[in-house]
């Protein structure tokens, strides 16, 4: 699904207005950036690309604290895989899903499965909790690596 880039841009600037921030152009390059890619991404990642287009006065600085405006208003999430590093993916105008992670390559493989999300929204109303956003990572073996272990 493509996002639309005008409502992404909107909620952004809505997000740092109520918090009394500066959408600047810096800012903005780093969201159109962001939602150019289609897999998951490092800060570091993030800030190489934007360099190759031709972004040179938005420093590695600059990156590291837009980040977690964008994940604070709900536009990415943080997702921390095997190799220990934070990589993050845009969520706003992507079906919710969660990882498997194979710990021997590394490989990622995204899944949805609408009974669990039924199940985690049956638990959070259970506990009369309100939930904002959620996130699962199942450990282990993809098919070629568990080949390997046999």
């Known amino acids: 699904m ?3 880039l005008q409502k992404v841009e909107k909620l952004f600037s809505d997000y740092l207005e109520q918090n009394r921030l500066k959408y600047t152009p810096e800012r903005q390059r780093i ?23 031709g972004s040179h006065r938005i420093s590695r600085a600059t990156v590291y604290r837009t980040l977690p405006l964008l994940e604070e208003s709900g536009l ?3 997702v921390v895989f095997v ?10 105008g992507r079906m919710r ?19 669990l ?3 985690l ?3 959070a109303r259970e506990n009369k909790f309100d939930p904002v956003a959620h ?14 272990n046999r």
């Open 2 to 4: 493509k996002v639309q």
């Open 31 to 53: 969201l159109k950036e962001v939602f150019s890619l289609h897999n998951h991404f490092e800060a570091d990642e993030l800030y190489f690309a934007l360099r190759e287009t």
């Open 76 to 78: 990415i999430r943080r």
């Open 83 to 92: 190799d220990k590093h934070t990589h993050y993916e845009h969520v706003y």
């Open 97 to 115: 899903h969660e990882h498997l992670i194979c710990l021997a390559c590394g490989n990622v493989i995204e899944f949805y499965k609408k009974s």
């Open 117 to 119: 999300e039924d199940t």
């Open 121 to 123: 929204e049956a638990v």
């Open 135 to 148: 996130k699962l990572e199942i450990t282990g073996y993809c098919r070629n690596c568990s080949k390997l």
